[in-house]
């Protein structure tokens, strides 16, 4: 593939995600599945990964899918909201074993839930009372769902 093929390529994937997160994140209505957009997203990053000056900084794969809606008052994560990556096949979660076992080493245990979609939100205590419950968002900053 020559680099002018890869920038338009990366042009369409960078478009059609945007399109399929804003579907997906602001007017909760999909219009592919997760296996489907994360099958785009890998060859988004393949491509950037090939082509590494080609890769933009607000590329879909560098950011979290979601925006701030505007009903909500927007809140600045204390901590970063980050996305996991995707994983579907075994030899991927023995990578990932891997990965974490070398920063943190043998001392670990793994507890593993069925994903359902909806959201991700972070809440913050305060001696046991709930003070904020803040949407993801785009990993930086957030809905203040908290009432």
């Known amino acids: 593939m020559t680099a002018a093929e890869a920038k338009s390529k990366i042009q369409k994937l960078t478009e059609t995600l ?7 994140y602001v007017l909760a209505d999909p219009s592919v599945s997760d296996f489907e957009f994360d099958k785009l997203l890998a060859e988004l990053a393949r491509l950037e990964k090939e082509f590494p000056d080609l890769a933009d900084e607000n590329s879909p794969t560098k950011r979290v ?3 701030v809606i ?10 970063p909201m980050l996305s996991l990556d995707n994983t579907y096949s075994e030899e ?4 990932f074993d891997e990965r974490v ?3 943190i080493g043998d001392d670990l ?3 593993c839930e069925l994903k359902f979609d909806g ?9 046991g009372i709930l003070v904020q419950a803040v949407t993801r968002g785009d990993g930086e900053k957030g809905d203040d769902v908290t009432a």
């Open 101 to 103: 076992r070398k920063v």
């Open 70 to 79: 505007k009903d909500f008052q927007t809140v600045k994560h204390q901590y």
């Open 65 to 67: 899918g979601g925006e």
């Open 18 to 24: 945007q399109e399929h997160n804003y579907r997906y």
């Open 109 to 111: 245990e793994y507890v």
């Open 119 to 127: 959201i991700a939100i972070g809440l913050k205590y305060s001696h």
């Open 92 to 95: 991927e979660l023995t990578a």
